[in-house]
């Protein structure tokens, strides 16, 4: 498992440069990856596990960009 948090923690510049086309503020971008890392590391262990058995990093990523997404675009 731990090997599947360190690949998620080298998603961290991909996520930053995905969050750049949703806004263009530093801070607001930097919040949102740093809660969207929060929020993979205490997610369901066997959710992460699953996804990744699945469709590995892509996955992962693809999961982490909708989650990312949301959270940028969400009026509350």
């Known amino acids: 498992m731990t090997e599947i948090y360190l690949e998620i923690s080298k998603l961290t510049d991909k996520f930053r440069t995905m969050a750049f086309g949703i806004t263009t503020n530093e801070n607001t971008i930097h919040e949102a990856v740093q809660e969207l890392m ?36 969400s009026p509350r």
């Open 38 to 73: 929060l929020y993979l590391l205490q997610a369901n262990p066997d959710t992460i596990k699953k996804i990744y058995d699945n469709d590995g990093i892509e996955g992962i990523t693809r999961y982490g960009a909708v989650a990312l997404r949301r959270a940028l675009t």
